[in-house]
């Protein structure tokens, strides 16, 4: 069964900082990587998709890279600014094993960025 | 402006009592999803459909039932057999299965 961990489980940095969060998974049977925000109270915003043939994806600030046989993920927020204060998570769509055809969620990274 | 409708945000209901949460989309989207959000656990799949007239059972589906008579609407009820029913549900989509999940803004159930 796909596990999916998610490191740091909180962080706080100040208004400027590069960063970055992690996510590794235990099945590489993989057909893509999501990440997701989400605010307090909110649903979840799509942020990034890497397909499995694909090594990263860039949107603005944010920089997803994948390495599919090792399990890892990592999420480059650079520049960080107060207003991307949110809960992080990840999912795996899965390609294999009893969880074909779902996807299995990290339990997310509180990141807090402060003026 | 194309999105995902959940309702009502916030519901209370006694125990014993079934519920049900709406969830529509006028996304165009065949596939639809159901999570439960839980502090700490992340999101758990309860059900999910692929296509009209079609939904599988995700990893915790007691206590819980679906229907998929029309595209754009895929309500969920959550029976008096669920033990722990109090918490967050999240309904998603995408265009089909695998591509990018779009989320509803979710309902917060109290059962008490």
């Known amino acids: 069964k796909q596990e999916v961990t998610q490191i740091p489980a909180a962080l706080s940095v100040p208004e400027g900082e590069n960063l970055v969060l992690n996510c590794s998974f235990t099945?590489?049977?993989?057909?893509?990587l999501q990440w997701f925000r989400q605010d307090p109270g909110k649903g979840l915003t799509s942020l990034l998709l890497?397909?499995?043939?694909?090594r990263e994806q860039t949107s603005g600030r944010l920089n997803a890279s994948l390495d599919k046989s090792s399990g890892r993920s990592t999420l480059y927020i650079a520049a960080s600014q107060p207003g991307d204060s949110a809960t992080y998570l990840c999912?795996?769509?899965?390609?294999?094993?009893?969880?074909?055809?779902?996807?299995?969620f990290g339990q997310g990274t509180i990141l807090t960025v402060h003026p | 402006d194309g999105g995902i409708t959940q309702s009502p945000k916030y519901l209370f209901r006694k125990e014993g009592q079934n519920v049900t949460l709406s969830c529509e989309q006028n996304?165009?989207?065949?596939?639809m999803y159901w999570y439960r959000q839980d502090p700490g656990q992340g999101l758990r799949l309860i059900y999910y459909?692929?296509?009209?007239?079609?939904?599988q059972k995700g990893d915790i589906a007691e206590g819980y039932s679906v229907s998929r008579e029309k595209k754009e609407s895929f309500p969920l009820t959550v029976t008096s057999a669920q033990k722990n029913p109090t918490a967050f549900y999240l309904c998603?989509?995408?265009?089909?299965?695998?591509?990018?999940?779009?989320f509803g803004n979710g309902t917060r159930l109290t059962v008490t």
């Open positions: 890497i397909q499995s043939s694909q």
């Open positions: 999912a795996v769509y899965n390609a294999g094993g009893t969880s074909y055809g779902k996807l299995t």
């Open positions: 998603a989509s995408s265009l089909t299965p695998g591509q990018a999940l779009h």
């Open positions: 459909s692929q296509i009209v007239n079609d939904f």
């Open positions: 996304l165009n989207h065949d596939a």
């Open positions: 099945d590489s049977a993989i057909y893509n």
